[in-house]
Nanobody, 124 residues
Framework: QVQLVESGGESVQAGGSLRLACEAS????????MAWFRQAPEKEREFVAY????????SYAGSLQGRFTISRDNAKNTVYLQMTDLKHADTGVYYC?????????????????WGQGTQVTVSS
């Protein structure tokens, strides 16, 4: 079983950048599919990006590609989300998620482990 702790969320101006981190504890982190989701107030949780165990397979929500970059450092048991050119619409709670069975998924229900979330607020 893996436990996930996100960090790096804060309030920024539109156009700014942030890097979120998700540190995992527990065995076999390097075998997990890792992902970021986000949830804005009164909206459903939505897919942001995923990265497979080796880092060779990544995918982004279409509207975010080019601004967001997901990466992982298996030696540090950490996955990152670099966000650039932030917009007010990027505001929300960002969650890290993990799954030990799949090699890809954009669906929240497929992920067995979740962090507590980190708040990102972008002011225009």
């Amino acid at each position: 079983q893996v436990q996930l702790v996100e960090s790096g969320g804060e309030s920024v101006q539109a156009g700014g950048s942030l890097r979120l981190a998700c540190e995992a504890s527990g065995p076999n982190f390097d075998m997990y599919l890792m992902a970021w989701f986000r949830q804005a107030p009164e909206k459903e949780r939505e897919f942001v990006a995923y990265i497979n165990w080796s880092g060779s397979g990544v995918s982004y929500a279409g509207s975010l590609q080019g601004r967001f970059t997901i990466s992982r450092d298996n030696a540090k048991n950490t996955v990152y989300l670099q966000m650039t050119d932030l917009k007010h619409a990027d505001t929300g709670v960002y969650y890290c998620a993990a799954d030990e069975y799949r090699s890809y998924s954009t669906t929240p229900i497929d992920y067995n482990y979740w962090g507590q979330g980190t708040q990102v607020t972008v002011s225009s």
